[in-house]
């Protein structure tokens, strides 16, 4: 079964650091494009960023210079480094696997249950 | 930065109704659109990408159309479990954004 599990979710103050975590099984991890995507409590779906099968990477402007995403593709997971979070960062974070394999621009076809991130203090 | 607006927001509906949906890109896109249904507490759903292509297990009641800025999802006859919100997405010029949601409730 393919499947993506988020951890790594808490409370933390503002200004302060969180790592995310995404698990990955059940598909050739090293062949598809990864992304991590947010939702507000009441609110729409944001994308925050990206990382390629050659480990490119994207971030959405509102987090850009405060989240790093990177993979180790030995281990199938892929990480969402935080810094600096606001009070606005509070949201669930999805990890999401990409459609096609080696497509780096791609709409995304599974998502892991999410992890809840509060930021407040 | 390509801006999606959906419309209606709120859309009631019954059994068996139509239902059309509509996403609006600032900027063309081409085909590069893609739908989701999320229920509440859980992850969204991929139903059409690539405008009209429906993803794998999705019934054939939902069907998508539209290329360039304009884009509809429909749902032929609406059935008891397609009250959800729905979004659309676009994938391109290496961002993603989505649309603010239409949320299909009961008339």
């Known amino acids: 079964e393919v499947q993506l599990v988020e951890s790594g979710g808490g409370l933390v103050q503002p200004g302060g650091s969180l790592k995310l975590s995404c698990a990955a099984s059940?598909?050739?991890?090293?062949?598809?494009?990864v992304s991590w995507v947010r939702q507000a409590p009441g609110k729409g779906l944001e994308w925050v960023s990206a990382?390629?099968?050659?480990?490119?990477?994207y971030y959405a402007d509102s987090v850009k210079g405060r989240v790093t995403i990177s993979k180790d593709i030995s281990k199938n997971m892929v990480y969402l480094e935080m810094n600096s979070l606001r009070v606005e960062d509070t949201a669930v974070y999805y990890c999401?696997?990409?459609?096609?394999?080696?497509?780096?621009?791609?709409?995304?076809?599974?998502w892991g249950q999410g992890t809840m991130v509060t930021v407040s203090s | 930065d390509i801006q999606m607006t959906q419309s209606p927001s709120t859309l009631s509906a019954s059994v068996g109704d139509r239902v059309t949906i509509t996403c609006r890109a600032s900027?063309?896109?081409?085909?590069?659109l893609a739908w989701y249904q999320q229920k509440p507490g859980k992850a969204p759903q991929l139903l059409i990408y690539?405008?009209?292509s429906l993803q794998s297990g999705v019934p054939s009641r939902f069907s998508g159309s539209g290329s360039e800025t304009e884009f509809t999802l429909t749902i032929s006859s609406l059935q008891p479990d397609d009250f959800a919100t729905y979004y659309c997405?676009?994938?391109?010029?290496?961002?993603?954004?989505f649309g603010q949601g239409t949320k299909v409730e009961t008339k």
């Open positions: 999401a696997k990409h459609l096609t394999p080696h497509w780096e621009i791609d709409t995304f076809d599974i």
């Open positions: 900027q063309s896109i081409g085909s590069w």
């Open positions: 059940g598909f050739t991890f090293s062949t598809f494009s």
């Open positions: 997405q676009k994938y391109s010029s290496y961002s993603w954004t």
């Open positions: 690539k405008a009209s």
């Open positions: 990382i390629t099968v050659t480990g490119i990477t």
